[in-house]
């Protein structure tokens, strides 16, 4: 801009005297047909949500999984794996941020720090396990899942399983966040899973390996981490 000691330069190196400011657009000149979408309005009020909630997840992963369920604003989400309850509060959180979506819980002992009653303007809690209780969660979602968060069975064959039962009851371009994808029979599990079809691999979307000693064995052993899937 002349007068200002800044000079404009275009992706091809021309300056400001060579640009026909005709035809740039104003950021005012743009009407969004959309601009009335309450969700697209939303706001993360309750970000903070993702860091006080007691959850087995690192910082870092739990607002990974707020911002995820808040930037994908999905209508219908399901969670495998509940303990605590911690990643239940923070997909309530976003949700209600969003103004919609509902959230079905699996976890055959959950061990709640909380009344779940106290979410449920949007989320159910089924005591059970998972995959026998899948078609129950659907049915209480009333349509295929969305987005879901498996955080359950950690051994090869109940992640391979859940992984199986979630192709019947997610939709076409579902997202599926595995926590614990560096623990090796959840990263087996899930490349079988990959390999036998149905699923298209996102990769590691939060690096977060947690290295570690079993005590009572000596052995090592690596956890943490979220590994995003979508339905093919």
């Avoid at 595995?178 to 079809?197: E, N, T």
Wanted: net charge negative; proline share 5%; charged share 25%.
């Amino acid at each position: 801009m002349r007068g200002s000691g800044v000079r404009v330069v275009d992706e091809r190196g021309m300056g400001d005297d060579l640009i026909d400011r005709s035809v740039v657009a104003s950021p005012r000149s743009f009407t969004f047909r959309s601009s009335d979408d309450p969700v697209l309005k939303a706001q993360p009020w309750r970000l903070a949500t993702a860091l006080a909630a007691h959850a087995d997840q690192k910082p870092r992963e739990r607002v990974l999984l707020y911002a995820l369920v808040f930037a994908l604003a999905p209508r219908r989400v399901l969670e495998i794996g509940v303990r605590w309850g911690g990643g239940t509060r923070i997909i309530h959180a976003a949700l209600s941020d969003l103004g919609r979506g509902e959230l079905v819980s699996i976890d055959p002992d959950p061990a709640l720090e909380y009344d779940i009653g106290e979410l449920g303007d949007r989320a159910t809690l089924i005591v059970g396990a998972s995959p026998a209780e899948l078609p129950r969660a659907r049915e209480l979602a009333g349509a295929n899942f969305d987005l879901a968060f498996v955080d359950g069975d950690h051994s090869e064959r109940g992640v391979a399983a859940d992984l199986k039962g979630l192709l019947d009851v997610t939709s076409p371009g579902a997202v599926v966040l595995l926590h614990d994808a560096f623990h090796s029979p959840v990263a087996r599990a899930i490349d079988a899973a990959i390999i036998a079809g149905g699923w298209i691999d996102c990769g590691i979307v939060a690096d977060t390996r947690n290295a570690g000693v079993r005590a009572e064995t000596g052995q090592e052993v690596v956890y943490g981490g979220v590994r995003m899937l979508r339905r093919a």
